[in-house]
């Protein structure tokens, strides 16, 4: 499988409110890339407060990641169109969406937790 793009999101420099979802919307870079995927972050923290704090100040909690689509990526095959799939990580954690065949407009909506 060609790699179509790479994204990285630094959430360590985000503030997040607990159970309040944080909409993303990162281009995708490389050589070939193009397109970009659209991801709803949700950190609930262990311990509720109502005050904003790093992911790197208190990672205790889970982070709820929603891939939700691509857009525009790039084609991988004669026909013009690819099978996205894609591979999220946080720290050693790794993920991995479903295939979407034929298509250069994903739609995953698949929750994945951290």
Same mark, same amino acid.
């Given at each position: #499988? ?24 990162? @281009?995708?870079?490389? #050589? ?16 509720? +407060?109502?005050?904003?704090? !790093?992911?790197?100040?208190? @990672?205790?909690?889970?982070?709820? !990641? ?5 857009? /525009?990526?790039? +084609? ?12 999220? #990580?946080?720290?050693? !954690?790794?993920? /991995? #969406?479903?295939? /979407? ?14």
């Amino acid at each position: #499988s060609d790699v179509l793009g790479s994204a990285s999101l630094p959430i360590s420099d985000y503030a997040f409110e607990s159970d309040k979802p944080l909409d993303m919307y990162l @281009p995708l870079q490389g #050589s070939k890339a193009r397109g970009h995927l659209q991801l709803r972050l949700t950190y609930r923290r262990a311990i509720p +407060d109502n005050f904003l704090v !790093t992911f790197a100040d208190n @990672p205790m909690g889970v982070l709820s !990641t929603l891939l939700v689509k691509g857009e /525009k990526l790039m +084609d991988r095959d004669l026909l013009g169109k690819s099978d996205p799939f894609m591979e999220l #990580s946080v720290g050693n !954690t790794k993920v /991995k #969406s479903s295939v /979407k065949n034929g298509t250069l407009n994903p739609v995953w909506n698949e929750r994945f937790w951290f």
